[in-house]
């Protein structure tokens, strides 16, 4: 994944200015950052969330994004890149299985294999158990693993994981090591934002870090220094 002088704005105000980074298949990445620096700015820009003032970014040979394509094109584009939010938008008045199974449906796939794939990617996570409950009955860990099993629903080359462990004690928070660990086998590329020092020096790989609207370092293997 490419992407290319990227500036984005906000009612005029600068929050990132002409930034390029390349990030390989199955490549492992931190991005570090401040909080309110622009993390979750990049990656919804990069799903094409909202319209930045200029850009290009390329998903491995699929093409460049300008701003002239097909809901098609952008409907197929999404589908190789999960993302889990922040927040992780899950439907409330939905259950586990049911918020899994809607992100299939809107994009048209049979339903044999939305029957077949949704206890899969919930087993997976290990919340198969509790896939009849509502995303307002899950703890704060539970929903984000529901964000994480609808993330893996498509088989995504890309995972862009914002802030996994912003709302995890200590100890839970390396539960999100092991995922880690199993997206590296499954081979995708992994791109993860966060300001937690304890998992960026844990873990040890590349850290692209940002100052002053830039890239300001990119190194691998790398630690927190902010
Ligand atoms: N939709 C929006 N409209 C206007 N300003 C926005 C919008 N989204 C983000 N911003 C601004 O852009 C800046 C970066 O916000 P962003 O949420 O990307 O930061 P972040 O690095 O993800 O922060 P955090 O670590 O708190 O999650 C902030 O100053 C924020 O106020
Ligand atoms: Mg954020």
Known sequence: MKVDNLTLSF????VLNKVSLEIKPGEFVFII???WSG?????RSIIWDFKPASWDIVLDNWGVLYGN???KFLRQYRR????????YKLLESKTVYENVAFAMEVCNYKEKDIIKKVPEVLEQ???????????TELSGWEKQRVSIARALVHDPEV??????????????ALNIMEIFEELGRLGKTVIIATHDKNIVD?????????????IFSDENPWNYNL
């Open 202 to 214: 844990t873990y040890k790989k590349r850290v692209i870090s940002f100052k002053d609207k830039k």
């Open 39 to 43: 993390k979750t700015s990049l990656i």
């Open 159 to 172: 995972i862009i994981w914002d802030e996994p462990t912003g709302n995890l004690d200590p100890k839970t």
């Open 33 to 35: 950052w401040y909080s």
């Open 69 to 71: 394509f097909s809901e």
């Open 11 to 14: 009612w005029n105000k600068i």
């Open 125 to 135: 996570v290990g919340l198969l158990l509790k896939k009849d409950k509502f995303a």
């Open 80 to 87: 190789k890149i999960g993302v889990i939010f922040q927040d």
